[in-house]
């Protein structure tokens, strides 16, 4: 979507160009694109919630924070610096603890 909002060619959204900027987003594709795969993400999100507890489900998704970053430096050219991946590091870790984690006995 990030690119898509990029090639618009407006620099700045304003009140003034406000309707110009959302036609001009109307017709890319890879504004549709995004909107498409956010839908997809809610159905699934839908799915995993009613399947898993969701004291599991909530820290599995946090696994975006580690597929975001290496989509935006593939698709992007962001930079992500060393303290981000330490972060990242430090997600990894927690779904880890969290999927060794045994369900308790209610």
Known sequence: MKKGLAQTGISAVTFHNLIEFGLRNLSSWLIWSGIFIYIASFVLWLVIIYRIDISIAMPLGSAA???????????????????????IAMVVLGIYFISQSKKEAV
Do not use: D, K
Not at 65 to 72: K, N, T, V
């Open 65 to 87: 924070y580690i597929f975001i970053p290496i989509m935006a430096i593939i698709f992007l050219h962001e930079h992500v610096g060393p303290l981000r991946w330490f972060g």
